[in-house]
């Protein structure tokens, strides 16, 4: 077990306002100077922030956790050894707060005083006992900005409390439920709109009541929103009425933690995670510490279940069971409208064993799952590019793709929409930008989701800054080459802290570089299947699609791009579960005329394929006229 210990560098990235520091990998705030330019007119001082937030990935060497425990030791701080973190009194606050301090990046948080950072930051303190050091060690980001955006909004909700019988009522239909639990909604501070159409659920943190680090809404549509909008440091903790239990059911929504409260489950608290099934942050972790069993009971699609697996990875598989739910138990919410008996449903959950280990028994569910929802085990399907989806059928985890194209082929445009049309369905993606500049590519990306040139919209910039802004989109602070160790420890940390889905290398030739380590004489081809190898690896180990973009080798002019004209050697095609290239068509007197994608591998099905593309410079797109499959 290891942690990664920060290396220090302040990146400077125009499209980037930051709030924290010393960062390799950052989800992106967006300001107005993103368009300063001529071009569009607008001056540097109309500059509008869209949100103060930056989530760092801190990467490094590798620190063992026995190191962590040897310093604590011999500064006299007795230590707790849990599931997924260790556990000591506070050394910032003065209440009897825990300190809490993960095994795997060695972030550490406290909820009494809400100090977070790194490890690098508490081993600093540990040594000096300075105030100099204590300074540089400030209070969890996020919960500062929960806390405060709830203090503005309650001023503006009514308490469950306040509504009328008739009102009770109407919520109470609004909601698909024929009771809710008033009293436990009103002492755990839920408010709802003045026109009683969105609940407002505060939440919580074990040992500090005063403290709300953000809330979670069920809106009007039903959908639900957690805000902070990613890395919230709080749960909807619904409790056994003996106090805190040792088992606990997670599920994804509001609706779901209200239908679980309705049950009789003696010794089982119910706990809401802030974002859903599709991010687990490492500031909820010390929350479940306590608890010796945990339920994940998600939804009954592909999706759900690679979610449930990796979320287990980070709480130890070893407490983790699983609810393997069909159709009438898809989720908490449609079992008590089915009215299955739940309790028998939580006591049916099946263990989550060795990560390492399995049986024909959890095989043989997973491939009735299958059965079941064959449409969804295929992936995730493209909005922007259905003719995609009749020749790779989806976006599957664990897969590793290759793009190739020729130079000025359209390569970054088209991943960048690519990759946007699967961060709209909550696909978590990673960028590596080596070869241009994050504002660059940012500047596309938003274009693309405009579908508009943006300097002619200016008007309406704050808006789809706001939307874009929401995506779970980071970026690597990278550019040009970088050595090989350096950037896997980036998206292993990334795949850990931000479940991250899809990660994105743009482009391999780039970021092929030297490191102090390699010889200088070290073989170009031998270090880029080095690193197809590593991404190849990853990509099976973390179940996160990898796509690299890799430029080809010089071809005569007119022919056809092929798998064989990849840069380096064979093993990026014969690694690679699906390679695509994008051609050009010239006419007889060697004109341009046309361009389409060409589906070169497809390991999954065996489909191939081209898809006719046209570009839109309007909108920097293309999708948006994307025909069916040759």
Same mark, same amino acid.
């Given at each position: 077990m290891f942690l990664y210990r920060t290396v220090c560098r302040r990146v400077t990235v125009p499209v980037l306002k930051k709030t924290t520091r010393n960062s390799r990998c950052s989800k992106i705030v967006l300001t107005r100077k993103l368009f300063n330019s001529s071009r569009c007119g607008c001056s540097a001082d109309s500059r509008t922030s869209i949100r103060d937030q930056e989530v760092p990935v801190n990467t490094s060497d590798f620190v063992s956790v026995s190191q962590v425990k040897q310093k604590l030791l011999k500064n006299n701080h007795v230590f707790e050894d849990g599931h997924c973190c260790l556990s000591v009194d506070c050394v910032f606050c003065k209440s009897q707060s825990k300190l809490f301090i993960n095994k795997i990046t060695g972030f550490f948080i406290c909820y009494g005083c809400s100090r977070a950072g790194s490890w690098q930051q508490l081993e600093h303190f540990l040594t000096n006992h300075s105030a100099? &050091?204590?300074?540089?060690?400030?209070?969890?980001?996020?919960?500062?900005?929960?806390?405060?955006?709830?203090?503005?909004?309650?001023?503006?909700?009514?308490?469950?409390?306040?509504? &009328?019988? $008739?009102?009770?009522? /109407?919520?109470?239909?609004?909601?698909? *439920?024929?009771?809710?639990?008033?009293?436990?909604?009103?002492?755990? $501070?839920?408010?709802? @709109?003045?026109?009683?159409?969105?609940?407002?659920?505060?939440?919580?943190?074990?040992?500090?009541?005063? +403290? #709300?680090?953000?809330?979670?809404?069920?809106?009007?549509?039903?959908?639900?929103?957690?805000?902070?909008?990613? /890395?919230?440091?709080?749960?909807?903790?619904?409790? %056994?009425?003996?106090?805190?239990?040792?088992?606990?059911?997670? #599920?994804?929504?509001?609706?779901? /933690?209200?239908?679980?409260?309705?049950?009789?489950?003696?010794?089982?608290? +119910?706990?809401?995670?802030?974002?859903?099934?599709?991010?687990?942050?490492?500031?909820?972790?010390?929350?479940?510490e306590e608890y010796e069993k945990l339920i994940l009971w998600f939804d009954d699609d592909v999706t759900s279940w690679n979610n449930a697996r990796l979320f287990a990875r980070k709480l130890a598989i070893e407490r983790c069971h699983l609810v393997r739910p069909i159709q009438e138990t898809k989720s908490a919410f449609v079992a008590y409208k089915n009215g299955i008996d739940i309790a028998e449903t939580l006591r049916n959950a099946q263990a989550m064993s060795h990560a390492s280990i399995i049986t024909f028994a959890q095989l043989r569910d997973d491939l009735l799952l299958e059965l079941y929802s064959s449409d969804q085990a295929t992936g995730i399907k493209w909005q922007r590019f259905p003719a995609l989806n009749s020749i790779l059928q989806g976006h599957r985890r664990g897969e590793l793709t290759i793009l190739t194209g020729p130079t000025g082929s359209g390569k970054t445009t088209f991943m960048s929409e690519y990759s946007l049309d699967l961060a709209m369905q909550k696909v978590t993606t990673l960028w590596g930008s080596f070869e241009i500049r994050n504002q660059?590519? +940012?500047?596309?990306?938003?274009?693309?989701?405009?579908?508009?040139?943006?300097?002619?919209?200016? @008007?309406? *910039? @704050?808006?789809?800054?706001?939307?874009?802004?929401?995506?779970?989109?980071?970026?690597?602070?990278?550019?040009?080459?970088?050595?090989?160790?350096? #950037?896997?420890?980036?998206?292993?940390?990334?795949?850990?802290? =931000?479940?991250?889905?899809?990660?994105?290398?743009?482009?391999?030739?780039?970021?092929? $570089?030297?490191?102090? &380590?390699? %010889?200088? *004489?070290? @073989?170009?081809?031998?270090?880029?299947?080095?690193?197809?190898?590593?991404?190849?690896? *990853?990509?099976? !180990?973390?179940?996160?699609?990898?796509?690299? #973009?890799?430029?080809?080798?010089?071809?005569?002019? $007119?022919? &056809?791009? !092929?798998? /064989?004209?990849?840069?380096?050697?064979?093993?990026?095609?014969?690694?690679?579960?699906?390679?695509?290239?994008?051609? =050009?068509k010239f006419s007889h007197s060697g004109l341009k005329i046309k361009k389409y994608l060409q589906v070169a591998k497809n390991r999954f099905s065996g489909d191939l394929g081209i898809i006719p593309l046209e570009f839109d410079r309007e909108s920097l797109s293309f999708g948006a006229k994307n025909k069916e499959a040759s």
């Open positions: 100099a &050091s204590e300074s540089q060690v400030e209070k969890e980001e996020g919960t500062e900005d929960g806390s405060a955006a709830w203090k503005k909004i309650s001023k503006h909700l009514r308490p469950v409390g306040d509504l &009328s019988e $008739g009102e009770r009522i /109407s919520v109470t239909q609004k909601l698909d *439920f024929k009771t809710l639990p008033w009293s436990l909604l009103e002492r755990k $501070g839920v408010m709802l @709109d003045d026109k009683n159409d969105e609940f407002y659920w505060p939440l919580a943190v074990p040992g500090n009541e005063t +403290v #709300v680090p953000g809330y979670k809404t069920i809106c009007s549509d039903l959908s639900e929103q957690c805000y902070p909008h990613s /890395s919230a440091a709080g749960v909807v903790i619904l409790t %056994s009425e003996e106090g805190r239990a040792k088992t606990a059911v997670l #599920v994804p929504t509001l609706r779901d /933690s209200l239908a679980l409260s309705l049950q009789d489950l003696k010794g089982i608290d +119910v706990i809401c995670l802030p974002h859903g099934q599709f991010s687990l942050p490492q500031t909820v972790l010390p929350i479940l660059r590519l +940012v500047r596309t990306m938003l274009q693309q989701m405009a579908a508009a040139p943006l300097q002619d919209h200016r @008007d309406q *910039f @704050d808006e789809w800054a706001d939307k874009f802004t929401l995506l779970p989109l980071y970026f690597m602070t990278f550019h040009g080459q970088q050595a090989l160790d350096v #950037v896997m420890d980036t998206v292993k940390h990334a795949a850990y802290v =931000h479940d991250v889905a899809h990660v994105i290398i743009d482009n391999v030739q780039f970021m092929l $570089g030297l490191s102090s &380590s390699e %010889s200088g *004489f070290l @073989d170009r081809f031998y270090r880029q299947d080095a690193l197809i190898g590593a991404f190849r690896n *990853f990509a099976t !180990t973390y179940n996160c699609h990898v796509t690299l #973009v890799i430029h080809p080798r010089k071809e005569r002019d $007119g022919e &056809s791009l !092929t798998t /064989s004209s990849i840069f380096g050697g064979a093993k990026a095609s014969q690694e690679a579960d699906n390679v695509l290239i994008i051609q =050009h």
